[in-house]
Every structure is written in C-alpha cells, then in structure tokens.
C-alpha cells in the first residue's frame, strides 16, 4: 500500500501500454475499465460481485450524486466509499458532461454553469470551484476538472472557444483541488476533431500539470472512424509518464482500438445498461437475449466464460427471466457483460506485457467475425 | 442422503414440533419456511444468495411456469431444479389458487379448470391429472394436490361443496401421481374456517393417504385471529407423523403463531416482495426504508443482523437507493427479509428443541412491542 498516488508503466507494445496506477486505495491495473456507479451503485450488482469480474476501480457521477443524495450527505456518512460499499479506488467525473446532457434550464457563464436538476426541478449550480468541492466531499481518488463537452458535430469556432473555456476552468480546478496526497486531478484535453485545438488543449494541460490526462470529447454521435482518427495522434500530445483515460468509451472494439492507440483507462454504461437491455457481448459479438431462438436452448452464453451467468444458466433460462421481466435477469446479464469486458482487459495487459498485442488483436477481431454460435 | 421421502419428528414442545424432513436432494429442517420462486426464480435473489439465508426449500408456482416458459421446455432442458440453479428440494403449488386469483375467463367443472393466461390470453386447461403431469415435468419433490380454494367470506354451502370437489380431485391427483419414490403428494385441507368440514376434509385426506398434509383456504382475507382460531383445531385432525404444511403464510407474527399450534412449513411472498417496495421487517417490527427519517440515519437496519444489508449499509444508503429505483435496493432488501425470516424459523427450531418456545415467544413478542430504534 502507497500512500502517494503514482503511475508506472510496465511494459509498451506499439502504442499500447500495460502499467499500474498506485493509489492508498489500492491497484488500478492498467489498461482499466471502470464501470460505471451512477447514483452510488453499478446497478444491478453488489460491489463484491463488481470486484469479482475484476474490477479495480469505479466511476461515480457527480452530477447524480449533487442532486441525490446530495454530496453534503455523502460527506457526512464518512464519504462515497463507505457509503456504497466499496473500499478500491473511485473516479468521479466533474458533472460537467452531465449537466449538459440530462439537466434543464442551463446556463453558462465564464464562472460556471446553472441548471436545473432533472429529477425534481430544483436549481443548481457547478462551476470549477463547486466541482472540486464535491469530488472533495465525496471521497474521490481521482477527481476530474470541470469541463465543458460541446455535442459532436460542431463548427470549429464552437469547439475551440468551449475548449478554451475549459482551459482556463482546468487552472480554476486545479487551484481549488489544492494539495490533498494520496488524491489524483486529472486534466481533460478537449478539442474536437481539429488536430491543431487538440494539440493547443495538451499544452494548455500540461502547462498547469496533472497527475493524469484525460481526453474528452469523443463518443458524443462522431463514430469509430473519426474518434480513431482523432486517437491515432491525440495520445501523443500528452506526457507518456501520465495514464491516459478516454471518458465514455465504449463497446469492445472501440477499447481495443483506443489501447492500441495508447490509452490506458476507460468507463462506460455500456457494459451495465445492455445487461438489463437483454444484450450480451461475448467473444463472437453481440447476443440479444429476447430473440426466440434461445427459448429451448441449454448452452450457456459463452461456454469458456466463468461468470455465474454462464456456469450456472441456458440461454433458454436467460431468455425466460428476461422475457418474464424478472430482476435476475438484469443480475446476470450485466455480470456477464461486466465480467467480459474485464477479460478483455486482463488479455490485453497480457498480451502488451508478453509484446504478443498484434496477435491477441488478430483473435479477438476473429472471433467477432464468427458471429454468434449457430442455433441448435 | 436418502433416496427416499420421510418426516421425522425430533422434538415438541407444547403443540410446536421441531423435524426434519428427509428428501433426495436433501433435508429440510422444519419449522420451514419456503421463499416463493414463482418464475423460477426468487425476486431479486441469486439462488446461492437465497440458500445463504438458511432456505432449505423453495416453493414453485406451476400456474406461472406452465405458461412461461411451459413444464414441457422446463422437462426439455431437464427440469426446475437445473433450469433455475437450485439442486435442493421445490415443492410446487398445484396451480389451482392462481388460476384462481389471476387467470381471466375461468370456468370450473368437475373435470377441472380452463381458463385464459393473464400473460397473453392464450386457453390453458388444469385438471387433477393436468397438475400432477405439469409438477411431474417441472421435477418438483413435493407436489400438491389439484384443489379449488374459495375467497373468504364465503357461505357454508359453497364452502362444503367446494372442500368435497377438492377431496374429489384430492383421490384423482393421488391416482394421476402414481408411484415415484423419492417424490411426495401432499393432500390440502379445504373447509373454511367451519370446523365439521375441515374434520370432513382431513378424514376424506387420511382414507386417501399422503406423505404430507397442508391447511389450505386460509390466507385468504379472513384475518389473522380467524385463523388462529381455525389453527386452534385443524391441525389435530392431521396425523401426528406427517408434515403439516399452512400455505401462504405470512407475516412474522403469523408465523410464529402458527407454529405454536403445530404447523410444520410455509410459504409467503411476503418477505420478497415487501422488499421490493422497501417495506423492511426486523425484530423490532416494520420499517418503511422510504421515510425520510433515514435519510441521513448511518445506522444498520438492524445492528444485531449477520445479512449483507445490515453488514455492509446504513439505513442512508438503503433510503437513497430505494428512492433512486435502483435495483440493488430490492436486492438487499429481500436478502434481508429473507435472512430475518429465516432466523426466525432456526431460532424457533432452536427453541421447540429445548423446550423453551414459551420463552422465545415471549422475547419475540417483547421485541415487536418495542418498535423500531428511535430516530437520532
């Protein structure tokens, strides 16, 4: 156990990197995959079910958790950790992202933004100041500056004054973190598609310094070409001795892709929000529950998968209780999709430390291609 | 292991009996009580987490599975117990209360029953031998009789025709059942709460002759001192070395009462779906988790309680993810109405066998009476 937040890279494969991100909370193995903890739980799971897909760490949400329970309350039932059952390390995200896509009534100014709270009406307001406050109040590990993410597409001049506006509330962020051992500030480049804002953002960053550097602005409606695009070069404006964390990214093919090109965490709903969907990522791509033809069928998801879902159920049990709307469904399913993810992590840590990535890649595009087993 | 069905009876103390029954897929220690699986599975439970409340035993609900997913696919996929990850004994209703209380378009003759599916109107047909092929394919170890359960109140003259229909169907269900060591038919007393018909009822039972014999037709609006009051005499018309099984029942005191006039097993919703809607029991009573007075309450629901929710939750968080609708809220809820139930039945078990249930019953009392711990 350290009492320093720290990050060491263990070993390169091409652009992607497999390191370890030390916090007093304990490992995050890198790459990492965050699932996604919304109001204070990654719905539909028990934290120790969570960490038995191998998870090292969680996303919390700060924008849910202003509004309710409120992160005053949090604070004084001992902070976020305690409070949802989870001891390893969390990240929060500044709410920044939130209040643009789920509240009403915003208002954005140079000091921050108002809004008001989509679940009761009541008026709020975040700017760099209270966003570092409630991290703070949270417990956070790792705590992201406040951010403005302009939705995609959106003219040039948009982009780069949003960008801007969130350079100069990074500054704002990291004056009000202030000094707080054992804790990380990650900076968020924004930018858009456009290489040169990109570029202008990371030196913007850097200049401040972080403990970590996020890239923002992607996976808002661009697709996988462009934001691949955008991360065959925007890694590279950031420090190498920083992990690199790309927010709300993504389906499978979108992380391995995003590892290949040097980033070393991300979170996303995805995994959790199709368990309940009734649809199921394996090693041969995606499989929807509800369809008939797993009504009579004994095998289980993915026969060399080892989660509950799939040592312990059909797809014809799976179907059932999906079908029957029955909340075990959702319980399984996200178990296994969350379970999934974390091994494709685990093989990509792998295959970067053995250098055999280039290969782990070829097999796991392959097996995608197969598709699904065929039906009995 | 046995390979065949047995009760035996370890210890009385007053009218409550402390036993065991004996089954091939294990034992069942009795007083039990049997968490309801309607759709093959229990709400919100994973069925390792509902056994690590201490259940020996679940209770299936043929109406729901022979129309979702049908005993036949359940028969295809090799029974209940496989399907739905539970390797211990199910008992299984016999379809005739819920045909009942949800089936539309119901229309009853001696042969039996059809009726239209609440699911999707579809025409489904149940009769004494329809039950016990249905509770034969879902693999059930104790299967129950075909019966017809009036809605209380209801006048004599109904209630006597309907017990003597049920008797009828009671001999053709015996019949239907055939030979199957390892596997038990229990008989249902019917006779609302007239004492000549529930004697006329146990008596047409006993010539019939069955592994077990349950009090049916209560629960059923009557009130709990009516059926305390019919408790008083029903089960002494039972044979003393069978278990005695009341079906439906109930909230803690119900049960509690109902062992201390010599019922052997129940069965209840009541623990998993009062947790679904945040009704909460303990020792001292009910608590409604949505109040707001534990909103910011960091105790446990129950200090004194080994479950996950009481370990590992305040009443803060419990309150939050009710009111949040998040899934993990039902989920810890009913793991601890579970847990709580269950530690009701062991510490009865516990009591009967050291010829202390007068006592036991007093503390228990003596607890409810308190109410829940004041607010801070």
């Known amino acids: 156990m350290t009492l320093r937040f720290s990050f060491e890279l263990k070993a390169t494969d091409g652009k992607a990197r497999n390191g370890v991100i030390k916090t007093p909370r304990g490992d995050v193995r890198t790459p990492a995959f965050m699932p996604v903890g919304t109001a204070a739980t990654v719905k539909a799971m028990m934290p120790e079910s969570v960490r038995a897909t191998g998870a090292d760490i969680l996303l919390g949400n700060t924008y849910h958790l202003m509004l309710r329970p409120t992160a005053e309350r949090i604070d004084r039932l001992g902070g976020l950790h305690k409070f949802m059952n989870w001891d390893r390390?969390?990240?929060?995200?500044?709410?920044?992202?939130?209040?643009?896509?789920?509240?009403?009534?915003?208002?954005?100014?140079?000091?921050?933004?108002?809004?008001?709270?989509?679940?009761?009406?009541?008026?709020?307001?975040?700017?760099?100041?209270?966003?570092?406050?409630?991290?703070?109040?949270?417990?956070?590990?790792?705590?992201?500056?406040?951010?403005?993410?302009?939705?995609?597409?959106?003219?040039?001049?948009?982009?780069?004054?949003?960008?801007?506006?969130?350079?100069?509330?990074?500054?704002?962020?990291?004056?009000?973190?202030?000094?707080?051992?054992?804790?990380?500030?990650?900076?968020?480049?924004?930018?858009?598609?456009?290489?040169?804002?990109?570029?202008?953002?990371?030196?913007?960053?850097?200049?401040?310094?972080?403990?970590?550097?996020?890239?923002?602005?992607?996976?808002?409606?661009?697709?996988?070409?462009?934001?691949?695009?955008?991360?065959?070069?925007?890694?590279?404006?950031?420090?190498?001795?920083?992990?690199?964390?790309?927010?709300?990214?993504?389906?499978?093919?979108?992380?391995?892709?995003?590892?290949?090109?040097?980033?070393?965490?991300?979170?996303?709903?995805?995994?959790?929000?199709?368990?309940?969907t009734g649809q199921v990522f394996t090693r041969f791509g995606v499989v929807n529950i509800k369809n008939a033809r797993h009504a009579d069928d004994p095998r289980p998801l993915d026969e060399a998968c080892s989660c509950p879902a799939c040592s312990n159920y059909s797809r014809a049990y799976l179907h059932h209780v999906f079908r029957a709307n029955e909340m075990i469904s959702g319980m399984l399913l996200t178990w296994h999709n969350l379970h999934y993810f974390q091994e494709i992590m685990q093989g990509m840590r792998d295959a970067i430390s053995a250098g055999t990535f280039e290969t782990w890649q070829q097999q796991f595009h392959a097996q995608r291609a197969q598709g699904d087993i065929r039906p009995l």
Chains 1, 2 share one sequence.
């Open 89 to 276: 390390p969390i990240l929060t995200d500044s709410g920044g992202f939130q209040v643009m896509s789920l509240a009403g009534l915003r208002k954005l100014t140079e000091k921050g933004v108002t809004f008001k709270s989509h679940i009761d009406g009541s008026k709020h307001e975040l700017s760099p100041e209270r966003s570092m406050e409630i991290q703070r109040l949270l417990g956070s590990d790792i705590v992201m500056c406040f951010d403005e993410c302009p939705a995609l597409p959106a003219d040039r001049d948009r982009i780069a004054e949003s960008m801007r506006l969130s350079m100069r509330w990074a500054d704002r962020s990291r004056e009000a973190f202030g000094d707080r051992p054992g804790h990380a500030l990650f900076g968020i480049m924004q930018g858009g598609l456009e290489r040169d804002l990109r570029e202008e953002s990371a030196e913007a960053l850097k200049g401040i310094g972080f403990e970590g550097y996020a890239i923002g602005g992607l996976a808002v409606g661009e697709g996988q070409e462009a934001m691949f695009s955008c991360l065959d070069y925007a890694p590279d404006f950031l420090p190498d001795d920083k992990p690199r964390y790309l927010m709300g990214v993504g389906k499978p093919d979108d992380i391995v892709g995003a590892v290949a090109r040097g980033i070393d965490m991300m979170d996303c709903v995805l995994p959790s929000r199709s368990g309940r």
